[in-house]
């Protein structure tokens, strides 16, 4: 006999039986109107502390600097509590845009992240290994040196040098559909070839120019002003929405192609949309802050393996890009002994992170 007690014609598991079954997560249901969203409790706690997490360094990023602000000054600021000009100045003309670019930009780092890794199923396809930060830079070079220093024409140089570089990736990689491990392959190439490019490009123009645009090459948040924070974060705001869309389509892809074809995905073209929407990301991304590394291949990961969730969550990775990103700001600022571009902190937690899952890896398999 299989085991277990019969009750009402149906088999009922004994409690060794219920002990041997899987656990399923608790979860919550959400309803906004007409949408549904089923969420792990998990993963919402962890949503939570995360944004916690972003709002405290936000206060914290905000009150340090030569003029230090108490942190009751800076929440007086920002609820619009404080009669003082010199308080308003210093937290919301000078030192809000850089934070809020960080946050920002993080975010749509993450979420690109997340979009790459969940279309190729490696953990390591991200817009800067696949080359995609490196031709969105490429793109604002180009239109740096050729055309003006506005920033329209610097967005716009920034995406078509992106899709360019995508359009490139893909047509190399294509071999009668894409694999993962061959995109990454061709990308880490192009990313070669794209960097070559950009510094030949810095070798021939003014000197000031060519050290604006190296520093800023390394991803850097320096100087960064509210026009063109707002102006990238409305640009990538349908793209997001537009994302955050494609996720039903995204799970059923996960399940297969021909699941997903089965119940009525298109996998190529679900992939396809997913992709154009990350490299719009991350040239929005590229606009503020640069090509900044690293923080696109790792928020999506780290908030996996914190909510312990078998696909990549867009949520969760925004947030705690947005957290790393500001994180990071903040050590580039005020806890080294020289001022760096945020870019060095994120490729040095990067590089640490990469032989953190190389060590994993290697104990998984052993």
Do not use: K
């Not at 993962?180 to 192009?190: A, E, K, N, S, T």
């Not at 990238?232 to 389509?249: E, H, I, M, T, Y």
């Amino acid at each position: 006999m299989t085991g277990g007690q019969v009750v009402s014609g149906e088999r009922v598991p004994t409690g060794e039986q219920q002990a041997r079954m899987p656990r399923v997560p608790p979860t919550l249901r959400l309803r906004l109107g007409p949408a549904r969203w089923t969420v792990r409790r998990r993963s919402l706690v962890i949503g939570a502390a995360a944004f916690a997490a972003s709002l405290a360094l936000l206060v914290v990023a905000l009150g340090s600097g030569t003029f230090p602000v108490a942190p009751a000054d800076v929440v007086a600021v920002l609820l619009g509590r404080s009669d003082d000009p010199l308080l308003q100045t210093v937290v919301g003309e000078w030192r809000m845009p850089r934070a809020l670019g960080a946050l920002g930009v993080g975010a749509l780092l993450g979420i690109a992240g997340a979009l790459f890794q969940t279309v190729t199923r490696n953990p390591l396809a991200s817009p800067d290994i696949l080359g995609l930060s490196s031709g969105a830079f490429t793109g604002m070079l180009a239109a740096l040196v050729l055309v003006s220093t506005s920033w329209p024409v610097l967005v716009a140089g920034s995406l078509v040098g992106a899709l360019a570089t995508a359009a490139a990736i893909w047509l190399l990689a294509y071999r009668g559909g894409v694999q993962g491990f061959r995109l990454i392959v061709v990308g880490i190439g192009v990313s070669a070839m794209l960097a070559s490019l950009n510094t030949w490009m810095l070798l021939q123009i003014e000197l000031e120019t060519a050290m604006f645009a190296s520093a800023w090459g390394a991803g850097s948040l320096n100087g960064v002003t509210a026009a063109p924070v707002a102006g990238a974060l409305a640009c990538a705001l349908p793209f997001v929405a537009a994302a955050f869309a494609l996720v039903p389509r995204l799970r059923q892809i996960e399940l297969g192609d021909d699941l997903a074809a089965a119940t009525g995905a298109r996998p190529n073209l679900v992939r396809t949309v997913a992709l154009l929407v990350g490299v719009v990301l991350v040239a929005a991304a590229t606009t503020v802050g640069g090509p900044i590394a690293f923080v696109a291949l790792a928020a999506p990961q780290v908030g996996r393996l914190l909510a312990r969730t078998p696909s990549l969550s867009l949520g969760l990775s925004a947030l705690i890009g947005a957290t790393l990103l500001l994180a990071s700001d903040l050590v580039a600022q005020h806890l080294l002994p020289v001022p760096l571009p945020v870019g060095v902190v994120t490729v040095s937690i990067g590089g640490a992170y990469l032989v953190l899952m190389i060590v994993l890896e290697v104990r998984r398999r052993v």
